[in-house]
């Protein structure tokens, strides 16, 4: 099968490949695995639509700037399109592509009954006042009409969004609606604020979602995560939830880098104080609780546990020989180049898949969504329980099939998960007509 190379854009890997193309040769490896059918690689190769809307926002100066915004719907054969909306300057549509297929992935493997979608406008939300922003957001959701709704598509944040983007959309879908319906539709979007009928724990979901998955493989390997360093690039939405909780586990963050600075500490970092900082500050830099390091530095700080959490593509041919980690846990949608995942391969160092572990945050979106449905406010610790459930029943289903296949890659096993999942519904369903 060709692998399409995009000519240029924002998310090449040090390969050349698109990440779309990073996505497909992923998926071709786990459906090798499970010698899925031509028919079913052709269907699953592209997503079944690709959404672009170009729509006026009025900016506070009095102009209007026009922006570009993407819906991709990869699939629903196993439920409703699910997955996040981007608001990102890099944000095209080989990447959504790739993200959205990575959605799908993600659901068939964890066992939850939603497709795979995602979303996305390119541009920089800090660099608009916050009421542009607002009408940023509603006016994308009003571009968007009825290719959402609550049983059809349902967004959810992701890089650069956040639980007010999802009420701004939830607010806007719902007025769309007749007043008899408005009530009916809160579950347009899940990852909403907890006062606007979020669920308890959605906020933490995806990092605590990591740290399952780090107990689990901790479990399987014998490693003891109290008293282990950690890394992690990117202190947003997952990397600080991630932080906090191992910290509270007993870990020590001993290096963070985001898009403007990193700093580091062998004795480690208190990921609740720089949380506060980056609350007030929006970035690491110039926390005084660490050492200022370069960002290009980051990589090569000695570290148990690296986790990457903010963009595509960032552990790379040029870097992965300077990792001196036991496991890369990839909180982050594909942060593995191809090159890269090889050379660590042949370093022997694991790596914890991002449909795998980053998964925390579509499956408390379910639970949202349940809750939503059914007029319903569970507890944290019920959603924790059962969030740390699916994830282990999918972190088991990962390594039996490994040992099963005889694999050495915890991705590909990942993959021919979901994919055989998928194989099977599609042979009892077939294709219409
Ligand atoms: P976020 O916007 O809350 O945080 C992003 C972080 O990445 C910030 O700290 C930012 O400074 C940093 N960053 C941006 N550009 C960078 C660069 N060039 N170099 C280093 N750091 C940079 O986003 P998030 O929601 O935490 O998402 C992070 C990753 O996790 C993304 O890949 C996203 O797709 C994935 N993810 C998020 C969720 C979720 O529930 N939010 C779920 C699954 C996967």
């Known amino acids: 099968m060709t692998i399409p190379v995009r000519p240029e854009g924002s998310t090449m890997s040090d390969s050349g490949n698109s990440l779309f193309a990073t996505a497909l040769d992923q998926f071709n490896r786990g459906a090798d695995l499970i010698d899925l059918s031509d028919d079913l690689r052709s269907i699953l190769s592209q997503p079944k639509n690709e959404i672009i809307v170009n729509f006026p926002v009025r900016l506070n100066n009095g102009s209007y700037r026009v922006f570009r915004g993407y819906r991709i719907q990869h699939s629903n054969l196993l439920g409703p399109y699910k997955g996040g909306v981007r608001f990102h300057p890099m944000v095209d549509l080989d990447e959504v592509k790739a993200l959205a297929s990575w959605m799908t992935w993600k659901s068939a493997l964890c066992d939850i009954p939603f497709g795979g979608a995602k979303g996305g406008i390119s541009f920089d939300p800090n660099g608009l006042e916050p009421d542009e922003l607002e009408r940023v957001v509603r006016r994308f959701t009003h571009a968007l009409g009825s290719n959402i709704g609550p049983d059809h598509d349902i967004p959810a944040?992701?890089?650069?969004?956040?639980?007010?983007?999802?009420?701004?959309?939830?607010?806007?879908?719902?007025?769309?609606?007749g007043a008899t319906e408005r009530q009916n539709v809160k579950r347009i979007v899940t990852g909403k604020t907890l006062e606007t009928g979020g669920s308890p724990g959605r906020e933490k979901a995806t990092g605590q979602g990591v740290v399952f998955c780090l107990q689990h493989w901790a479990d399987e390997v014998d490693f003891d995560l109290a008293g282990a360093t950690v890394s992690i690039q990117g202190f947003g939405n997952v990397g600080s939830a991630t932080a906090r909780i191992m910290q509270v586990h007993g870990a020590r963050v001993v290096a963070v880098s985001d898009h403007a600075g990193a700093v580091a500490d062998e004795d480690g970092i208190d990921a609740f104080?720089?949380?506060?900082?980056?609350?007030?500050?929006?970035?690491?830099?110039?926390?005084?609780?660490?050492?200022?390091?370069?960002?290009?530095?980051?990589w090569a700080v000695p570290a148990d546990i690296v986790i990457p959490a903010a963009l595509e593509n960032q552990i790379t041919a040029g870097n992965a020989g300077q990792i001196q980690a036991k496991v890369i846990v990839e909180a982050a949608n594909g942060p593995t180049t191809l090159q890269a995942e090889k050379i660590l391969a042949q370093r022997e160092i694991d790596v914890l898949p991002d449909i795998l572990v980053n998964a925390g945050g579509v499956v408390v979106s379910y639970f949202e969504w349940l809750q939503n449905r059914s007029a319903q406010r569970w507890n944290l610790d019920d959603v924790d329980f059962k969030l740390r459930e699916t994830l282990w029943k999918a972190c088991d289903a990962v390594v039996d099939l490994r040992d099963e296949l005889d694999v050495t890659s915890r991705r590909d096993a990942a993959y021919a998960v979901a994919l055989r999942r998928l194989q099977v519904v599609y042979g009892q369903r077939g294709i219409f007509p």
């Open 157 to 177: 944040p992701d890089l650069g969004s956040n639980s007010q983007s999802m009420v701004w959309m939830m607010d806007t879908y719902s007025n769309s609606m």
């Open 273 to 298: 104080e720089l949380t506060d900082w980056v609350r007030e500050r929006g970035t690491v830099a110039g926390f005084p609780g660490g050492m200022w390091i370069e960002p290009d530095d980051f």
